[in-house]
């Protein structure tokens, strides 16, 4: 099923589901050896297919080749590196203590496949945001019906060759399409559904999910906030805030969306931003190799209406601004005195724009932040402890970097994901495993227990029993 097919193919998808529905059980059953096995040759062809997947990509918007091995490739290959180490261990039994007043049994949780899943997956990083679940979900013991995004056809493309070289579709499927495609599928009792994109999507989602009770993990999105504070480096700041916000051309969940430096920090740290743009971008980002584009002319129009909206309404270009509609161009745009009701500062950017906002004193901040849903992502660029914890212990956020953006997405030892607003559920690494998969808990009884000596007829004898176990146990 391709994107351009307007008609969705209901009866497809549904033997679709039905025969992976009937291979669940099976491929639940593979060894972490076959499992390991699938995964090295999903990494093999990811690297077979490298040079495919950067053209598909510059294609799609013109993605720099090393943007595209670092945060498509690598994500991917490292993911199924990570996975392939550990994945006997998180399929072993997992052994707990059993409590006293239970003796004569063991315990342990085993980790069972969830059973049919459903990937729907954005445009911004359309293979690592597709294939990152997958590895999960495969390492899992799933079968898999992927829907990626209808606004990246080329990485559909290759995405598509890749599992069909790897996959019968009654283990994993690739359905191509948009909203309608989502629609149908989101009907069907998946066992999981592993969505990435914005809020307003995730809970059309979750609320599909509800008919059937299907568990859910929402990748979502937000406003994540950014603070400089009076001790921070502000070059390394500018460096790596700079990288953060730009690279992908600002279209990251986890991107910096807005900024607050402090009064005595402002004029050193907007310096060594414009510095910084320079180095990275040159004089004119429009003909740098290295810069992107806006994925669409919609999103392009939305982006480009938030910085007209918020200029009307005071706010004040310091970096970039000029725009080309005819290639959706918009320059690495820094704004400053921004009105905190201004489209800049009340919608998500997803974009190459970013405002900049002075303040004095560090509550202004929480306060502005905690006014806010919960972001995916919160920055703390500071070397006072006092500050950082003071932030930490104030807000709530997915995650944090303290003096860095982006880059905690890529441990794979951490949970990645949102809190509410922002997302439900984690990913990546062992917590990507466990997001597919069901904890079942084993007791297993040996010898005659405690319990046994309680039952019925309950005696006065059993009575005393009883009140000692709930002192004592
Ligand atoms: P989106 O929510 O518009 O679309 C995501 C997916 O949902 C696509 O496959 C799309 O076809 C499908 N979809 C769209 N409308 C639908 C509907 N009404 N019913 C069912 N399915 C529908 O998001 P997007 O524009 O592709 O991506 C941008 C958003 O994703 C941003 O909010 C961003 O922050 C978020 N995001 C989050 C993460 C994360 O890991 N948390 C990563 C990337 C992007």
Request: positive net charge; proline residues 5%; glycine residues 6%.
């Amino acid at each position: 099923m391709t994107a351009n097919n307007t008609q969705v193919n209901k009866e497809k998808i549904l033997s679709v589901f039905h025969a992976q529905k009937a291979n669940s059980l099976a491929i639940g059953k593979t060894t972490a050896r076959e499992r390991i096995r699938k995964l090295q040759k999903l990494h093999d062809l990811v690297m077979k297919y490298r040079p495919e997947i950067r053209e598909a990509m510059y294609k799609d918007y013109r993605k720099p080749a090393a943007e595209v091995d670092m945060t498509e490739i690598y994500v991917v290959t490292s993911e199924i590196k990570h996975a392939k180490a550990n994945l006997r261990k998180w399929m072993s039994p997992h052994y707990v203590p059993t409590p006293l007043a239970f003796t004569g049994a063991t315990s342990w949780v085993q980790y069972e496949p969830k059973g049919v899943c459903l990937i729907i997956s954005p445009w911004n990083y359309p293979m690592q945001l597709t294939f990152g679940p997958l590895v999960s979900a495969i390492a899992a013991g799933n079968t898999v019906i992927i829907k990626p995004s209808e606004f990246t056809p080329h990485a559909s493309v290759i995405m598509r060759k890749i599992l069909e070289e790897l996959f019968d579709e009654s283990e994993v499927a690739f359905f191509e399409g948009g909203v309608e495609l989502s629609t149908a599928l989101l009907q069907l009792p998946f066992d999981h559904i592993f969505f990435t994109g914005s809020p307003q999507v995730g809970k059309i989602v979750m609320k599909a999910a509800a008919n059937h009770l299907s568990s859910v993990t929402l990748e979502l999105g937000g406003k994540s906030p950014t603070i400089v504070d009076e001790t921070a480096n502000v070059k390394s700041a500018a460096t790596r805030i700079i990288w953060g916000k730009f690279s992908n051309n600002g279209q990251i969940c986890i991107a910096p969306d807005y900024l607050f430096v402090h009064e005595s920090k402002k004029d050193a740290f907007l310096d060594a931003v414009g510095q910084r743009l320079k180095s990275f971008y040159g004089d004119d980002p429009a003909t740098s190799e290295n810069y992107m584009r806006v994925i669409n002319a919609k999103q392009y129009k939305r982006i480009k209406s938030y910085l007209d909206n918020s200029v009307a309404a005071g706010a004040k270009i310091k970096f970039g601004g000029q725009v080309d509609e005819s290639d959706n161009y918009i320059a690495p745009t820094v704004v400053e005195n921004v009105p905190l009701d201004s489209d800049l500062m009340q919608e998500e950017i997803f974009g190459p724009v970013l405002p900049v906002i002075t303040y004095s004193d560090i509550q202004e901040v929480i306060d502005v932040i905690n006014a806010k849903e919960k972001p995916l992502a919160l920055y703390i660029y500071s070397h006072s402890q006092k500050n950082i914890d003071r932030i930490m212990k104030n807000t709530r956020a997915g995650g944090t970097c303290i003096n860095n953006s982006d880059v905690h997405f890529f441990n794979y030892h951490l949970p990645f994901g949102g809190s509410n607003n922002s997302g439900i559920g984690k990913s990546h690494g062992k917590f990507g495993f466990e997001a597919f998969s069901n904890a079942r808990a084993v007791y297993r009884q040996h010898i005659p227990g405690a319990l046994e000596l309680l039952l019925p007829p309950y005696t006065k004898l059993k009575m005393k029993l009883i009140d000692w176990t709930i002192k004592w146990f």
